[in-house]
């Protein structure tokens, strides 16, 4: 029988070290603003906010922690700052993330996403900590042979482009530094894979959302070059509530440290073209165009993810629909245009995932 679905659980995190890493990102400064709500000691490692705007500076993401802007790949930086904060746990989700930049920059991806993590294993093998580690990959990891039945977390490891090996290979060091050290010493660390996440506050190039938002603000048309692509899209609450659902539940029981699947049932995985068409609808105006052929470097054209490990261990299950996770995403857009308070806004989507309201 599967467990019950599970929510995070404030009294665990208060009062906890964490070191988030990636905490400036869009992802991060929600995990980052949702840990200081709860009372955790939030250390964040992270470069500066590469847009702007940006949701860690609308969410004043300076006084939610104890903020250090420090790359992943100076390791005697990342050292000293892990022996500094001393973590109780680490949420690992620091990366360069996207893939078309990838393409342009392969050298600095594959340095940040598996020098970077290196670094960061390395600095808690010397100080023998912390107890936990979720380390954030991606569910790219998998070498995607396009095939009709979603991915488990056993099936093999690859990556056609260059972000996609990066994360692969990043699993490959983790499991080398917890099979060499780190379970030795008593830390558990699990890896979670991801689908495509969306929601208010990213502002990042080369994404789905954050560009229709951009185009129908200014009048102009969305260009879709791959709209027949299917992924598993998921509101950025779901992976974020599994990502602390999966430490709590490490804490407590260390034999669950594995690899995770966090995404919707493979039959609710969605096409670009679908996707978009739900934010017009939300949105209210906005043109697009699609493309007629396949246009840029190679991208996987269908992933989908099987999350019945994650369901079963961990009682995570997704709550949003795929249209109720657009739907919020693009009002979050539209009303921080008008002049709410981005605080506001998340806070609204936070009580709503939670079923607070």
């Known amino acids: 029988m599967e467990s019950l679905v599970m929510q995070p659980d404030s009294d665990f995190w208060r009062d906890k070290r964490v070191l988030l890493t990636g905490h400036t990102g869009f992802k991060g400064a929600w995990l980052l603003w949702w840990l200081h709500r709860m009372g955790a000691q939030v250390t964040g490692l992270a470069q500066s906010p590469l847009t702007q705007p940006n949701l860690f500076e609308l969410l004043q993401g300076k006084d939610l922690c104890d903020s250090h802007l420090i790359d992943l790949t100076d390791l005697d930086a ?202 017009q609808q939300a949105y209210g105006q906005g043109q697009v165009r699609f493309a007629e052929s396949i246009e840029g470097p190679h991208e996987a054209g269908l992933l989908t993810l099987d999350n019945s490990k994650a369901r079963s261990l961990l009682g995570v299950t997704p709550r949003w629909k795929l249209d109720e996770s657009i739907r919020r995403s693009l009002h979050w857009y539209r009303d921080l245009a008008q002049g709410a308070n981005a605080n506001t806004l998340c806070q609204a989507d936070l009580d709503a995932f939670l079923g607070t309201t």
């Not at 996609?164 to 830390?187: P, R």
């Open 78 to 279: 990342v050292q000293k700052l892990m022996h500094q904060c001393k973590p109780d746990i680490v949420l690992h989700l620091a990366a360069q993330a996207i893939v078309r930049t990838a393409y342009e920059q392969p050298v600095s991806t594959f340095a940040t996403n598996v020098l970077g993590t290196v670094h960061l294993l390395e600095a808690m093998r010397t100080m023998h900590a912390p107890r936990v580690v979720v380390a954030v990959t991606t569910d790219k990891v998998y070498q995607n042979r396009e095939w009709p039945h979603p991915y488990r977390e056993g099936d093999p490891l690859g990556g056609h482009d260059p972000y996609s090996a990066s994360k692969a290979a990043c699993e490959i060091a983790i499991n080398s530094y917890v099979d060499s050290y780190l379970k030795a010493q008593g830390t558990s660390v699990a890896r979670a894979r991801a689908g495509n996440v969306i929601g208010g506050g990213d502002w990042s190039v080369n994404r789905l959302i954050p560009d229709a938002v951009q185009a129908w603000g200014s009048g102009k048309v969305l260009n879709i070059r791959r709209p027949d692509s299917v992924r598993p899209w998921q509101h950025v609450l779901e992976p974020l509530s599994a990502y602390l659902i999966l430490a709590e539940k490490l804490w407590h029981d260390p034999s669950l440290a594995d690899a995770y699947n966090f995404g919707p049932p493979a039959d609710q995985a969605a096409s670009v073209r679908e996707v978009i068409t739900l934010a």
